[in-house]
């Protein structure tokens, strides 16, 4: 189970921090990832980070604005928003994956419910 907490409404060049806190299993071999879905647009990657590595990757639009990091005695994933645009604006949800690091949502097992980040011009 995946449960994401953070969201909020900010100002652009603001900042928020997401949590995904994950249960029920050890995260070892996983791929944690961050999606966004925009009113009226499609799902897309944010970033991900390899559990046992820490290795992240990022999609082009956030790259040197967000950060994912882990705490593995939490058995959470964030995702630091800084510098945030309006065109951030969106649903995020973490997913997981077992062992591939994907920027296709459809390859995700677990989702989290979302939680509503709104970035005010």
């Known amino acids: 189970q995946l449960v994401e907490s953070g969201g909020g409404l900010v100002q652009a060049g603001g900042s928020l921090r997401l949590s995904c806190a994950a249960s029920g299993r050890t995260l070892t071999y996983y791929i944690m990832s961050w999606f966004r879905q925009a009113p009226g647009k499609e799902r897309e990657f944010v970033g991900g980070?390899?559990?046992?590595?820490?290795?992240?990757r990022y999609a082009d639009p956030v790259k040197g604005r967000f950060t994912i990091s882990r705490d593995n005695a939490k058995n959470t994933v964030y995702l630091q928003m800084n510098s945030l645009k309006p065109e951030d604006t969106a649903v995020y949800y973490c997913a997981a994956n077992y062992g591939l690091m994907t920027s296709s949502w459809s390859e995700y097992d677990y989702w989290g419910q979302g939680t509503q980040v709104t970035v005010s011009s």
């Open positions: 980070i390899m559990w046992s590595s820490g290795s992240t």
